[in-house]
């Protein structure tokens, strides 16, 4: 289900700072390819709570021309679905299973990780020959070194690994470093968008050229605390609102970071052989500056404009360019997807859920799964937001007070649209049930569960039926240590730029009880390695050393 541009009257596409030659870039616009015979190089690039109405292309009046330009070339998925908050959507990333499954259904407990009886897609992608690279944001487990990247399959990792810390002094709250090198603390200048940049661009220069690359790219932009470059922040002075005007200064910065990536690997003679694929991992926060596009709520719930997000896919000569695909795509579908694309073998295992879609990329008439369960976004212990899909029927079930007590837009701010309806009535467990056809209202503002019972018991045993983990492994479901996650959405000084003095006060890692950190024992000091510091229990509050 495509719906097509003429790929001439697209104007050429000029990388900020690098121009691309038009005849390398027409290869896009060629009906697709057979699937390489050779192993493709595979970049995935994430940004952090971009919301569906934070790009150019969706209409934003933050300028993102990389990401336009991205999507008028490469596969622009126009109903591309992932979960509602930050680990889960890493954890489908990497294993391919359903956040109510692996227990990841909110941001990880500081304790805990994702089940080391996962084999990850960069475990995968080595088999066949792969040189596998982590730069960004981790957030899958980081109480043991046994829980980091470059223990779960990356040759190399650099970057962070709590929820989100100071874009510029690297800190968590608590005043503790959250910055590593394979392991090894260091401390840098420098905001956290260019850092992941530059290192993923020497990364991909001193590559073994002898071995495909897989490079996921996870940066931390646009996740609170609001920081952006003073200059780029000034190109919005005609946004009123603060905090949308440092979140658009933080987009637009990523953009053009994003074009660097890009342009390096136009340089090194890559871009007809390596697969690209750009996803926001969830919904915006809406009171810290995004919005969700008209789409209903945002992060942390089931709603649309939670786990509906912009993506786009693109493999010159491979994926037929200038395409908007409606056919459903969703984040679990990349782990099949891009370990068929490698030449691997994907687990005949139960419980990796996605599906290959590349055939779906390509443009290619197939059968589409109709069915799925997403959400399972733990609020609290014990209170979720949950989604099932018939297509094109959805459900949301969550606790009445979740409901009631929604977030709504931002007053002063671009919100998420009008307010939500008011929710139906609870049912026996306290609970309600909304249903939506959310083809004919994708705003959800039409709740039709009284007039279609069958429907909703269709899908309510869907959502029943999907395996569960024993527990919640995150701090918000009431299993493994507790943390107190978020802040208020600003945080730096007015108008961007560095922070003065401590870590800004809405960014940061996840507390321990007691105002320890999880941190606490490893990342601490520079060059001091992540096992020493733990075994040592070396503790760096603020304040005190």
Known sequence: MFSAKSCSSQPAWLWRGSAYLMAVLGLSCAAPAALAATKPNIVVIVNDDLGWGDVGYHGAEIRTPNLNALAKRGVELNRYYTYAVCSPMRAALMSGRSSLETGVDAPIALDKVLPLDATLLPEHLKRVGYQTVMVGKWHLGQAKTEYLPFKRGFDYYYGFLGGFIDHYTHLTPDGNLDWQRNGVSVREEGYTTDLFTADAISQIKSRDKKKPLFLYLAYDAPHTPLQ??????????????????????????????????????????????????????????????????????????????????????????????????????????????????????????????????????????????????????????????????????????????????????????????????????AGPDDKVTLLFDVVADPNESNDVAAANPQIVARLLADLDAAPRAPASLSEWGGNGRAGAVGGPPGGGPPGGGPPRGGPAAGGGGDRLPGGGNALQGYTVEKGEPVAEAAARGAVLSRGQQ
């Open 228 to 425: 952006a470059p003073a200059e780029v922040v000034a190109k919005y002075a005609d946004i009123a609102d603060p905090i949308r005007r440092t979140y658009a200064a933080m987009v637009d910065h990523a953009d053009a970071q994003i074009a660097r990536v890009l342009a390096t690997i136009e340089s090194e003679g890559m871009a007809k052989d390596t697969i690209i694929i750009w996803v926001s991992d969830n919904g915006p926060e809406t009171r810290g500056g995004g919005t969700s596009g008209g789409l209903r709520m945002g992060k942390g719930t089931s709603f649309e404009g939670g786990q509906r997000v912009p993506a786009i896919a693109y493999w010159p000569g491979h994926l037929e360019g200038g395409k908007k695909l409606d056919s459903v795509v969703t984040v679990l579908d990349w782990f099949p997807t891009l370990i068929a694309a490698a030449g691997g073998k994907v687990p005949q295992d139960k419980r990796i859920v996605g599906h290959d879609v590349m055939k779906s990329l390509r443009g290619d008439k197939v059968a589409q799964p109709t069915q799925m369960v997403m959400g399972n976004h733990a609020q609290r212990a014990g209170a979720y937001y949950e989604s099932a899909y018939q297509w094109p029927w959805k459900i949301v079930r969550a606790p009445a007070a979740l409901l009631n007590a929604a977030q709504g837009p931002r007053p002063g701010g671009p919100g998420s649209g009008a307010a939500p309806p008011a929710p139906g009535a």
